[in-house]
């Protein structure tokens, strides 16, 4: 296996061919031109599809066998139900009492509450994974089980391979909280209202067959029609479908960790004091506990300077919409409700905008919306001294994150990584990080609870920050205090031979791998 | 040139090659089944677009040349301005000067504003239109003047034949009354308002490059993005793009003519008769003087009943736009603002739902809205004793008219047209349709102010309506009152040898064509 591994210009190790197909090793940031054309799905006919438009079948079951489901396909679905999602383990348990084997599972991400498709995995139903893997799969693909190699993807680079045809789709399988007879259908309303449906248009727009699987139908139309019946097959009518409670995890509760609010208190004065905040911004904070505080610190200035943002970025949570409500943003155009209250508003609210991978992050269109972005608050397991950052593994080598929008975010014209110094005594700052999934280059600031460092490839920053009260630090020195205080730098990963995953960088180039732990 | 025309299944002759390019004969209604896949533009990447999200370019001639333009390029344009468009003829005093020669033009309309362009196809800097010609240019192609053959297409045929390869789009420039700096764009609002950019919406996706010319910029994000900007090369900013009270032309006028007027009624009554007219029914009135009587009748029939519907295919008028303000809906489904009050209501309702016709007419899709609508409301030119009907020439042979949605819409589930059964003296019910646009099998009833003939083939509709008051006529008796009052059938038109358009079904095929006239 070694000798097909290549080394990119981030100078990983990386496999040249993955499951069998040639891919690209990572070439530097905005250095890789893609070639050829776009996917081109089938040409449809109306003549194949009933006229008075009800295109609803039996059951799932019956959905997949219609499709035409066999051996070796690739099976796509989104993840706009987190860990409610009730839908993605009944496509695999139908597909196992077809008979149906070696299926890619083509996940936006999977979570939890996709456990039980282990036994799919071990059964030899799914041939492997492609998509983000939280918790119990991540760690069973860690241990080098699954027979394929993961990939793993961004958002808007899940996107990119798709409409690239990287990754064919056969049959996507889109959970809708509401949808009509024709397909038409949406995320921000029914029993189990999810938000919306953006992780799943891609899915439709290139995906030869496309099932919409649905606990609410209503007569045509279905508005708003965030996913186009014109591009549906077949609808399913089943119980449930999500249980939307589980969309919150864990990762959208605000932390009540003294550390985190400092790093959130500081990542906001950061903001105000390098003049990105100011009217007519715009910013991006992730779920997790420390990004929420930093947006609540950051609105409670920007309220009292009287500044407000033309738009906010979602992932929402209530802490945005509070701030859309209260006028402090005209706009929240958001890729993923993080709560329920995201998800009312986003139906309530004109200006609360659902948007999708193509329109904010896929790398290659014609521009994305994430560069237009004034500041970005992300997330990491670790970040080196030469900025670099991982947000898939952890220093033990266990992948155990997906991506999601991070590495499409990086692209905003200032990133901010509000980060703990280490967790569980483990340094989070380190030489080298065990994962490549975000060049340094495009990674502005470090702000832990120890200080503030600031890319030494951001000087204009640096001196916007000259004179101020922050504790603006050497990110080496920072190293250097949190492993005195750790007893040294973290162990290194205890890992096999085997590759378990790629990581895909935006452009579909390969940043760098996974392999086994031991 | 006569031993490239090829008999149909419609019993036309028409041109196998046009233009130069194969293309494929009609072969009845749902028969032809394309084969291979959607065209596939070339993949862009952000690394090619300004990280700002800033497109603006100096001027359209700029942008054009930054485009890349060149002789023989296709360059299109939308009509949602219809008579007030005021960019497409710079697009072309611009070529002209960049001494740019061969175009085609690929509108999906023209109308007598864009007279103007005259001079650009006689100078030879415009080859030929592949677009619907109201007056003047429809005048000039008849006459046999323009080099190459004109292809007319229904709406829906539009997107099929841009989808499916047909044509291929190097240049798409979309007059957008707001738009912002990365090129999303909207057409329901800015000094210009038009109302929607459905009928952009293909070049948008399929071209290789995409201009947005607007009159009111505005910050990011421009909302709705009827258009996405991520589908955008540069955006121009002139003074004013389009003058919206020439929206209004003579075909959104009501009719005063008592004839029609009775036509307007019989039609309604027919509706209700007939069983169509119930809660949850929906419907399509053309934008004609007596589809909208026909709408207002309708309106009057439903309040009295008490009966509501699901949702009311546009064009939009005021008379739409009063029937969903009067809760006679719960949707509008607009493909077209005919007037102001259409525009201002697809802005502040969100139950005025801006379609496409990707969505609403796309024959090569999986399924389209068309052919879910319980009734449309036609007019035509001429319809023949077989119920074949004529939408784009008179029965002189003059090519005035173009197909809009009306091929389309004849998929519905019951076409009406109501007509007048002559027209300046001379018949519209003739033996044999100067131009078949609409085969009869699609057309279900014809109602003439002297009675009302219904499709043999709708026995059920036959059934519904015995006993009725309403005067059921056979159409070849109609046909020969009407001769009988005019002094006999239209004299033949005097034709040329010369083919100068060619009527396109669909789903991509030829169905009839038109000689030049003497």
Same mark, same amino acid.
């Given at each position: 296996m070694n000798s097909d591994l290549i080394q990119n210009t981030a100078g990983r190790l990386v496999p040249k061919y993955i499951n069998g197909e040639e891919h690209i090793p990572f070439q530097g940031v905005g250095k890789y031109r893609p070639k050829g054309r776009k996917a081109a799905p089938p040409i449809a006919s109306c003549a194949d599809y009933p006229e008075d438009g009800n295109k609803v079948a039996a059951d799932l079951k019956t959905a997949l066998k219609k499709c035409g489901i066999k051996d070796g396909m690739t099976i796509s679905t989104h993840h706009h139900f987190r860990n409610g999602d009730l839908v993605a383990n009944q496509i695999f348990d139908a597909a196992a009492e077809l008979g149906v084997k070696d299926l890619r599972w083509f996940p936006s991400a999977s979570f939890p !509450? *996709?456990? %039980?498709?282990i036994k799919h995995l071990d059964s030899g139903v799914i041939h492997h994974i492609e998509g983000s893997m939280n918790g119990p799969l991540g760690d069973y693909c860690s241990s080098g089980k699954m027979r394929g190699t993961a990939v793993l993807r961004s958002h808007g680079g899940r996107y990119q391979a798709v409409q690239d045809g990287e990754v064919h789709i056969d049959i996507a399988v889109i959970a809708a909280p509401t949808a009509d007879p024709f397909g038409n259908a949406t995320g921000d309303r029914g029993p189990s209202a999810c938000g919306l449906l953006g992780f799943a248009l891609a899915d439709s727009q290139y995906a030869d067959r496309v099932i919409i699987v649905t606990d609410n139908l209503i007569p045509f %139309? !279905?508005? %708003?029609?965030?996913? *186009?019946?014109?591009?549906?097959?077949y609808v399913v009518v089943m119980g449930k479908i999500g249980e939307p409670a589980k969309i919150v995890s864990g990762t959208t509760e605000i932390t009540k960790s003294p550390d985190r609010l400092l790093i959130a208190e500081y990542a906001a004065k950061f903001v105000a004091e390098a003049g990105i905040m100011r009217d007519g911004f715009s910013f991006q904070a992730g779920a997790g506990g420390t990004s929420l505080s930093f947006a609540i610190f950051l609105a409670d200035m920007m309220k009292g300077k009287g500044i407000k943002a033309r738009y906010l970025r979602g992932g929402s949570t209530q802490y945005l919409v509070k701030m859309l409500e209260e006028g402090l943003t005209d706009y929240i155009l958001d890729g993923q409700t993080f709560d329920l209250e995201g998800v009312r508003s986003m139906r309530e609210n004109i200006n609360h905008v659902n948007t999708s991978p193509f329109t904010s992050y896929n790398y290659h269109g014609k521009g994305n919306f994430a560069s237009i972005v004034d500041v970005v608050v992300l997330g990491a397991t670790e970040v080196d001294v030469n900025f670099n950052a991982n947000v898939v593994t952890h220093s033990d080598g266990r992948l155990l994150h997906g991506i999601g929008g991070w590495q499409n975010c990086l692209l905003s014209k200032c990133t901010i990584l509000p980060i703990p110094c280490f967790r569980d005594r483990i340094p989070v700052i380190v030489e080298k990080v065990t994962t490549l999934c975000g060049p340094g280059e495009l990674i502005d600031v470090v702000v832990s609870e120890r200080g503030i460092a600031i890319n030494p490839l951001r000087q204009d920053l640096i001196d916007k920050m000259k004179g101020s009260s922050l504790p603006i630090v050497n990110i080496r020195d920072l190293k250097a205090e949190v492993e005195d205080l750790c007893g040294g730098p973290p162990a290194p990963p205890k890992t096999g031979d085997k590759i378990v995953a790629a990581i895909k960088w935006v452009d579909g180039t390969v940043i760098d791998c996974v392999k086994s732990v031991e």
């Open positions: !509450c *996709h456990a %039980p498709n %139309p !279905c508005l %708003p029609w965030q996913i *186009h019946g014109n591009y549906v097959d």
